[in-house]
């Protein structure tokens, strides 16, 4: 690995991948905009580090003599496109840990350019959308006929410095889903529905992650709506944020959120890394037969699944290569690379004569 490039490595998420990178025998170098903290980090792992600001003009000469970058900086919306472009000029492969659908979509577009560059774009290669995409990819490869997905997502942990600032970001846009093949803006909270995530239904809302985007491109489906466990009693709070668009979306306000986030959250311990988990869920039906198929995928906390998932995936494109253009985790590695990673187990759940999920064996 080292031939990689970490970006935003002495952010939260950064510094648990380039640990594990260290962990597994690679040698990255760390970059990011502030040239103290880079230095800080490398000299205590033992790596090299390079400042590298993305508001400092042409980048390719900073990625020329990389196989790979890997970016672990968010908001993604502001540094996905700035590294992609580079990555596109210097013939260097791209990766992300984004879960932003207007990151994908737009990362998407650029893939007939990276065909014709030679390179692979690789974005959402942690929590968001690994064990998303592969389940999706898993159902339709045994219903082949189904034409409209939905996936559920479960989990207690906290968030990091760079999640948080993402949902402030993301928290005025509202939420969005695709149907018939066209992303649809629809109000926060649109659509609500039962989930049996393991312990019987729970109450979920329609959240705007990527795999509205991705899932799509995975499976060929054209409906994708994606779900959240909260609390029943809050569904209204969250409907509550259309109206308070105009306020979210103020520059002042944002700022202030960004240095309140900047100096009170720092992202999960190492006991809620090592003991938290999250579930996954999916459905995927045929209209036409009724037929459905359902599972579930129980993970790792999703910060600890996103170090493993994060620099596995950076070892597969370093060592095999993959398929240039775009692409999705499911989509270059198959809808078994998330049972390759440390502490997943799925269960695939068959529909009875009466549509109650019955589980088969588990995997």
């Known amino acids: 690995m080292d031939s990689l490039l970490i970006y935003g ?7 648990l ?15 990011g905009r502030d040239g103290d903290r880079v230095g800080r980090q490398a000299e205590e792992l033992d790596l090299e580090g390079r400042a590298i600001d993305l508001a400092d003009g042409p980048l390719e000469d900073d990625l020329r003599e990389f196989d790979a970058v890997l970016n672990c900086a968010g908001p993604f919306e502001r540094t996905a496109e700035p590294l992609v472009l580079a ?29 014709a560059a030679g390179i692979t774009l690789l974005p959402g290669v942690g929590f968001d959308v690994v064990p998303t995409d592969c389940l999706a990819m898993m159902l339709h490869e045994r219903l082949s006929t189904a034409d409209r997905l939905q996936l559920g997502v479960k ?5 990091s410095p760079g999640t948080a600032r993402t949902f402030v970001e993301l928290a005025g846009q509202g939420g969005v889903i695709r149907r018939n093949g066209r992303l649809l803006s629809v109000p926060a909270a649109f659509r609500s529905r039962q989930i049996d995530f393991g312990d019987g239904p729970e109450h979920a809302v329609t959240i705007p992650l990527g795999d509205v985007v991705t899932a799509a491109y995975t499976t060929g489906i054209e409906s994708v709506e994606v779900y959240g466990a909260v609390p029943e009693w809050s569904e209204p709070l969250l409907s509550a944020t259309d109206s308070l668009r105009w306020f979210l979306e103020r520059p002042s306000v944002e700022r202030a959120a960004t ?9 999960p311990d190492g006991t809620a890394l ?20 359902s ?18 995936a950076a070892e597969r494109v370093l060592e095999d ?18 049972m390759e990673l440390a502490g997943v187990e799925r269960e695939l759940l068959e529909a009875d004569a009466q549509g109650s999920a019955v589980p088969e064996p588990a995997d």
Do not use: K
């Open 9 to 15: 490595s002495y952010g939260y998420t950064g510094r």
């Open 295 to 312: 599972g579930r995928l129980r993970t790792p906390n999703p910060y600890a699944l996103t170090a493993d998932a994060a620099v596995s």
């Open 155 to 159: 989990s207690g942990y906290g968030f």
């Open 87 to 115: 990555c596109l000029e210097a013939g260097t492969d791209y990766l992300d840990v984004t879960g932003e659908f207007p990151v994908f979509e737009r990362l998407r577009q650029y893939g007939e350019t990276a065909r």
């Open 321 to 338: 290569g993959l398929e240039d253009g775009f692409q999705t985790p499911a989509s270059a590695f198959g809808s078994e690379f998330v």
């Open 17 to 31: 991948i380039a640990r594990e990178a260290v962990a597994r025998g690679g040698s990255p170098t760390l970059a």
């Open 259 to 267: 240095r309140a986030i900047d100096a009170l959250v720092d992202g």
């Open 274 to 293: 090592a003991t938290e988990s999250a579930t996954v869920w999916g459905e995927v039906v045929d209209d036409d037969s009724g037929e459905r198929l």
